[in-house]
């Protein structure tokens, strides 16, 4: 562990002093005084390397990480000042940062990482996502959803809404960032309208405020009949632990309408919990208690810690009960649709993978995100839990430490998991499209919302009328630069708690 590390290092650096002084005693003549060892200047750029030297899942790939890098504790320390800041030593270590490790992170304050881990966000409840027009600098935002009982809950704004100022300002691919998601806790949107493939304000404004908001990721949470058939509809929109009896508590009133079909929409879930994930799973099915949902692969070294120690640890199993060990609703399906696009990711996507293997994942809308690994937050502290945090300074790093498989050993989808049935428009150029028409985004639960509309007509067996009128609706070509939530503590993250290897 970190302390051993550095056990080491003051054992090879007493050994030379020994034998320094030893030959000084014999040589008179040739008296020196001894080197004055490296001082560290940053305890975080130690924590930092520690941290993913001993967890890091691309461990035995970063030169720099390896066990045997250093030979004394002043070649460590000087290492470790040549970088000025936590983060920068952080990104150097990362294994090809942004190309295979797209989702490792450092944080400054773990009290809002834990924070975020709840659900609980400084945020006005604006769910967005940010575009642009082919070629050009300034972007514009549209409203995918806003978050039940927040500050834009009460504003008159809504989904499908579009905006193009923040305080008067044109949103560009240079300010975006600090006029959405900096220090601002206040801010007011210009609004506008699309005609004919043209965005421009439409004069309207709406004023909002960001506070210490927790979202239920229950966003809906209802039964549709069609056809004489029952379909619970579940737009669920983040894997929260302490929103588990929640989650439970929507399954049951499914059951109790006699629900015979699940639509899943995932759509906006950038992931979050596994151990949620895999309460999920069981209330979907309930009929494979005991058997493997997920497996587990970690660096070398913990993964043969774990082969000899801790077996157990490789796998999680389908649970008839909740993490806090009370009793889950089953709805015992062998079929279940889920609905996503890109911004669906990890947890989102191990619900899809590693339920293939059992029933049929019904996957419609567009690619997920194509994130498969996980990671648990590691502290300052002797074994990187939160007992005896370092008191000097609140960073925690979140890297990945962990690749999930299904059953059957499928992972890899760095793409992205590809849906059954992909949802696609007509653009005003005449291209076709996949995803949302961000001008007929329709209503989130309406049996006429596309995503929706396509999964209806799955069930009833063929072609129905729903969502027939919003094909004929021309879209515009659009290029996505960023989602509201992936300026969050999470992310698209998907997160365990730390099982020490003691």
């Not at 290092?9 to 008296?31: A, E, G, R």
């Not at 015992?332 to 993978?353: D, G, P, Q, R």
């Not at 992909?422 to 007929?440: C, D, L, M």
Request: hydrophobic letters at 35%; glycine letters at 6%.
């Amino acid at each position: 562990m970190k302390n051993l590390k550095t056990i080491s290092f003051l054992f090879v650096y007493i050994l030379f002093l020994s034998l320094y002084t030893s030959c000084s005693n014999n040589d008179d003549t040739n008296v020196e005084e001894p080197n004055v060892p490296v001082t560290l200047e940053n305890e975080v750029n130690d924590f930092v390397w520690s941290g993913l030297n001993f967890y890091y899942l691309w461990q035995d790939d970063v030169p720099n990480l390896a066990d045997d890098k250093f030979s004394t504790q002043d070649e460590f320390y000087t290492f470790l000042n040549s970088y000025n800041a936590p983060e920068d030593i952080f990104d150097a270590l990362l294994y090809k940062k942004d190309e295979v490790d797209k989702f490792s992170f450092l944080v400054d304050d773990y009290v809002e990482l834990e924070n975020s881990f709840q659900g609980t966000s400084k945020t006005n409840g604006l769910d967005f996502r940010l575009v642009r027009l082919s070629g050009s600098d300034d972007i514009f935002g549209y409203v995918r959803y806003v978050a039940n009982n927040s500050d834009a809950a009460s504003k008159d704004i809504k989904r499908g809404d579009f905006f193009l100022t923040v305080d008067s300002q044109q949103l560009t691919i240079n300010n975006y960032t600090d006029l959405l998601f900096g220090a601002n806790d206040s801010y007011t949107l210009g609004m506008a309208s699309i005609t004919n493939s043209t965005i421009a304000s439409n004069g309207k404004t709406v004023a909002l405020t960001k506070t210490d908001f927790t979202e239920s990721p229950i966003h809906i949470n209802n039964v549709i009949e069609t056809n004489g058939v029952k379909v619970g509809y579940l737009m669920y929109n983040q894997f929260i632990r302490n929103f588990e009896t929640g989650l439970n508590d929507a399954f049951t009133q499914l059951k109790a309408e006699g629900v015979s079909e699940l639509v899943l929409d995932l759509r906006y879930n950038p992931g979050g919990s596994v151990a949620t994930a895999v309460s999920l799973a069981g209330m979907i099915t309930g009929q494979f208690e005991g058997q493997i949902f997920y497996k587990n692969e970690y660096n070398s070294r913990i993964q043969e810690y774990y082969e000899v120690n801790r077996p157990d640890f490789l796998v999680d199993k389908f649970r008839n009960t909740l993490t806090d060990g009370s009793s889950l609703t089953n709805l015992n399906l062998n079929k279940v649709y889920v609905l996503t696009t890109s911004a669906s990711a990890s947890a989102s996507e191990l619900i899809i993978n590693c339920l293939t293997p059992y029933i049929e994942v019904v996957h419609i809308g567009t690619n997920t995100t194509g994130k498969f690994h996980g990671s648990f937050t590691l502290y300052d502290s002797p074994n990187f839990t939160k007992d005896n945090v370092n008191p000097n300074h609140s960073y925690a790093i979140q890297p990945l430490t962990v690749k999930l498989t299904n059953v059957n050993g499928v992972s890899d989808y760095y793409d992205g998991l590809v849906p059954n049935h992909i949802i696609t428009y007509q653009t005003s150029s005449g291209s076709i499209a996949q995803g949302e028409n961000i001008v007929n985004l329709g209503v989130l639960g309406d049996m006429n919302e596309p995503f929706l509309a396509k999964a209806l007509s799955l069930i009833t067996g063929g072609t129905t009328k729903f969502g027939e009128i919003s094909k004929s609706v021309k879209g515009i070509d659009i290029e996505p630069i960023t989602d509201s939530k992936d300026f969050t503590p999470l992310g698209k993250g998907m997160f365990f708690e730390l099982k020490t290897m003691e």
